[in-house]
């Protein structure tokens, strides 16, 4: 799978918890050429967005708020993952994908998740 859980302390540890949630979803989720899947990565400060083919291992297309035009605006994080969302749709459909699964990666899917896939379907992409 590729994920290790390093993190093995009971209670509230909050990077477990989401670890274990990751590798639950990872179970059940996978992207195929036809529907590759759409992964989000969530840290305090940015949003990255990757189109995934797993069958071949290969990133079709990805979007970050690490980009130029991104760190120059002066949005809040919520505009950006949104702007990050509707980025990687527009490149996605440039080479050829229409429709995806997502993958929340263990994130909450509200706030800044939630505007990713937001500006995603908006993009026109499909999930």
Known sequence: MGIAINRHVKGGDKAATRDRRHLRVRKKISGTPARPRLVVSR????????????????????????ESDLRTSGDDKTAKARRVGEL????????GVES?????????????????ADGARDGGLTF
Do not use: C, I, P, W
């Not at 990687?88 to 459909?93: G, H, P, Q, S």
């Not at 995806?100 to 990713?116: C, I, M, S």
């Open 43 to 66: 840290s305090l400060r940015h949003m990255v967005a990757q189109v995934v083919d797993d069958t071949t291992g290969h990133t079709l297309a990805s979007a970050s708020s690490m």
């Open 100 to 116: 995806v699964v997502f993958d929340r990666a263990g994130n909450q899917y509200h706030g800044r998740v939630a505007a990713v």
């Open 88 to 95: 990687v749709a527009e490149r996605a459909k440039a080479g």
